[in-house]
Nanobody
């Protein structure tokens, strides 16, 4: 599975961006796609997850109410709509897909995912 993340850029605080993650193939519908981010000098942290089958979602507390994850199964694509962006949202954003193992997995930890996109830079600055 290859993942292609795109949509990053530079915006002012309060602005919006929409990230896309296109998968070369869709994994079993019992799995999902997660978005993570990594700021300079910090560990990679979980942002959001969505399951292919039913669109079940999970968000990190830091983005709840501001970010929305969605998917288009026909296009093998997952989106991350980011609104009300803050300086602390500045990071490289990665999408990741799980393709093997139990359907009951810890969604907010990187080791649960076997495939990763290349990352897209998001910079929030005035």
């Amino acid at each position: 599975v290859q993942l292609q993340a795109s949509g990053g850029g530079s915006v002012q605080p309060g602005g919006s961006l929409r990230l896309s993650c296109v998968a070369s193939e869709r994994t079993s519908s019992g799995y999902g796609v997660g978005w993570f981010r990594q700021a300079p000098g910090k560990e990679r942290e979980f942002v959001a997850h969505i399951r292919w089958s039913d669109g079940n979602v999970l968000y990190a507390d830091s983005v709840k109410g501001r970010f929305t994850i969605s998917r288009d199964n026909a296009k093998n694509t997952v989106y991350l709509q980011m609104n009300s962006l803050k300086a602390e949202d500045t990071a490289i954003y990665y999408c990741a897909a799980r393709a093997a193992g139990s359907y009951f997995y810890i969604k907010d930890t990187p080791i649960s995912y076997q495939y990763w996109g290349q990352g897209t830079q998001v910079t929030v600055s005035s």
